[in-house]
């Protein structure tokens, strides 16, 4: 799966409590995503980072945060978790097409449930 | 707010070309369009890339056509595995990278 880790895979909290879900990636690739995914809306971007401590707000960032302290780790956090954050999460990287134009390659997602 | 359409859903029976299209009339002239799958809740799965001439790789055909306002996705000979959701993409440009704007797709039901 193009070397890509994320966890926990399943995680069920409470309202209000912190989570951090974690993507790692064996491959040095510069560019990193949290995307989450709904019913009815596809996947949409949380957040990037296109570098080491280099992040950047994507459609739907309100009420996550994330840090990439070294490159192959990019880290989402729900500072205070909300029913409206129950979602799947997939973490991507992109990666050099043969023609020119970057790929995306997902992980295996992590299922997160907000009581 | 994808720059793609897609009908909603398709059926197609086992054996035979699955043709998926896909309606891009926003594109810009140095863009490529992508097509990924998801399969139940796994995570998507990339299938081929073009800019403005047909590809072909070991999954499927995409066809794109002249004015580059719309594309199709040609599995061949669809599977019972090939059941699943497909995306067409175009990447959105976003401060310091780009954003691949996942729309709702169209689920594919392939029938024995």
């Known amino acids: 799966d193009a070397g890509i880790t994320q966890s926990p895979r399943h995680k069920v909290t409470e309202t209000g409590t912190p989570v951090t879900l974690r993507c790692h990636q064996t491959?040095?690739?510069?560019?990193m995503y949290w995307y989450r995914q709904d019913p009815g809306h596809g996947l949409r971007l949380i957040h990037y980072?296109?570098?080491?401590?280099?992040?950047d707000k994507g459609e739907v960032s309100d009420g996550y945060s994330v840090s990439r302290s070294k490159t192959e780790d990019f880290l989402l956090t729900l500072e205070s978790a909300t029913s409206s954050q129950t979602s799947v999460y997939f973490c991507?990287?992109?990666?050099?097409?043969?023609?020119?134009?970057?790929?995306?390659?997902f992980g295996a997602g992590s299922r997160l449930t907000v009581l | 707010d994808a720059k793609t359409t897609q009908p909603p859903s398709m059926d197609c029976a086992e054996g035979r070309a699955a043709n998926l299209p896909c309606n891009h009339s926003?594109?810009?002239?140095?863009?490529?369009v992508y097509w990924y799958r998801q399969i139940h809740s796994q995570g998507p799965q990339y299938i081929i890339h073009?800019?403005?001439n047909n590809e072909t790789n070991e999954m499927a055909s995409l066809i794109i056509t002249e004015d580059r306002k719309s594309s199709t996705l040609i599995l061949p000979h669809a599977t019972l595995r090939d059941t699943a959701v497909y995306y067409c993409?175009?990447?959105?440009?976003?401060?310091?990278?780009?954003?691949?704007?996942f729309g709702p797709g169209t689920r594919l039901s392939v029938l024995p």
């Open positions: 993409i175009v990447r959105v440009a976003w401060n310091y990278g780009q954003n691949f704007v």
């Open positions: 926003t594109i810009s002239g140095n863009e490529y």
């Open positions: 491959e040095n690739h510069r560019y």
């Open positions: 073009g800019l403005k």
């Open positions: 991507a990287i992109s990666v050099g097409g043969s023609s020119g134009a970057n790929v995306l390659t």
């Open positions: 980072s296109y570098g080491v401590k280099d992040t």
